[in-house]
T-cell receptor
């Protein structure tokens, strides 16, 4: 079974630009969660999508948004990039979601650098 | 509110020595407990999880954890570490029987193996 894939793996943007990251979950998984990981703040939950609906949301500004398609693939978008948005963005998929006993399967992440 | 505390941000230990990584959580309801590991430049992967039953849980790579309900702890142990165990370890908690509840993550503990 193919694992979780994230594209692109690396991205360099400048302040004020916007960016879209993509995540393809494991086949059959209906939940996709997004996390931001930085050395200072650790692993922070952005949001979770389940069957195309946002089910949970973390404490991030509205510049961070996401969506999930009918094939469970998910995208997250960050508008008006700030220097502080530089981070590793991780996507995780599972069958039942984060509030269950399911294992979360993580992708390798997208490393975003904002200049 | 539910929270997870990983008491040590870094744990240095000599190769072949035992190690314990500590995790405490706060919750008034039943929980599911997880340990994930993140090797350098990779996403996270599940080490082990506690759902119910025996309080001693065995995971991959020789790791085990013990659930202690009275102390609300889920400490991770390994009797003899190897250089390949160098990684960051994350404890996570979700509220059982609540599919809309998100995972709560600890800040992570970096395990540093000294040769």
């Amino acid at each position: 079974k193919a694992g979780v894939t994230q594209t692109p793996r690396y991205l360099i943007k400048t302040r004020g630009q916007q960016v879209t990251l993509s995540c393809s979950p494991i086949s059959g998984h209906r939940s996709v969660s997004w996390y931001q990981q930085t050395p200072g703040q650790g692993l922070q939950f952005l949001f979770e999508y389940f069957s195309e609906t946002q089910r949970n949301k973390g404490n991030f500004p509205g510049r961070f948004s996401g969506r999930q398609f009918s094939n469970s693939r998910s995208e997250m978008n960050v508008s008006t990039l700030e220097l502080g948005d530089s981070a590793l963005y991780l996507c995780a998929s599972s069958y039942s979601g984060t509030g269950s006993y399911d294992t979360q399967y993580f992708g390798p992440g997208t490393r975003l650098t904002v200049l | 509110a539910q929270s997870v505390t990983q008491l040590d941000s870094q744990v240095p230990v000599f190769e072949e020595a035992p190690v314990e990584l500590r995790c405490n959580y706060s919750s008034s309801v039943s929980v599911y407990l997880f340990w994930y590991v993140q090797y350098p430049n990779q996403g996270l992967q599940l080490l082990l999880k506690y759902l119910s039953g025996s309080t001693l849980v065995k995971g991959i790579n020789g790791f085990e954890a013990e659930f202690n309900k009275s102390q609300t702890s889920f400490h991770l142990r390994k009797p003899s570490v190897h250089i390949s165990d160098t990684a960051e370890y994350f404890c996570a908690v979700s509220r059982s029987m609540d599919s809309n509840y998100q995972l709560i993550w600890g800040a992570g503990t970096k395990l540093i193996i000294k040769p």
